[in-house]
């Protein structure tokens, strides 16, 4: 029932970033033509098209935020990552949509290292995935069974 449409801006980046890139996301309604603006940095759609989830950054002394806002009551649910943590994405909801998994880098540009993470939406427990954080950036590939994810190391 919906197309999702992303607008790329690439005028005016630079900088340290192993993850952070989002773009302006609109979804459109097929059935009504009606357009609508979902937010400027949308990390992912859930499955169902019920949630978004996107990062965000309260302020410098607090931790990155994990947001996913119901798209229907526009209900926001935000979850801290470890202080060590300065970005996140790679946003990946499970087909239940119960579960979030992400990668995180940490604050350190001399230390390109990352780690995964699970967040269950239900009871907001955030889960370290790895003991030992993982030199650079994580890709989210795939779930099973609703419980475990994949991930990767991107080149």
Do not use: C, H
Not at 2 to 9: F, G, M, N, Q, S
Not at 126 to 131: G, I, M, P
Request: proline content about 4%.
């Amino acid at each position: 029932r919906y197309a999702y449409l992303k607008v790329e801006i690439t005028s005016g980046l630079g900088g340290y970033m192993l993850y952070g890139l989002s773009w302006p996301t609109y979804r459109l309604d097929l059935t009504t033509n009606i357009i609508e603006k979902l937010g400027n940095k949308v990390d992912a759609i859930s499955p169902a098209d019920n949630f978004i989830a996107y990062t965000e950054l309260v302020s410098a002394d607090k931790p990155i935020q994990i947001v996913v806002r119901n798209l229907a009551t526009q209900e926001k649910k935000m979850f801290a990552l470890p202080d060590e943590f300065g970005a996140a994405g790679n946003i990946s909801f499970s087909p239940n949509e119960q579960k979030i998994g992400l990668a995180a880098s940490l604050n350190d540009p001399m230390n390109e290292a990352s780690n995964a993470f699970v967040i269950n939406l239900q009871d907001g427990v955030v889960t370290k995935l790895s003991k030992e954080n993982i030199s650079g950036t994580l890709r989210i590939s795939g779930w099973m069974n609703n419980e475990v994810f994949s991930w990767s190391e991107l080149e």
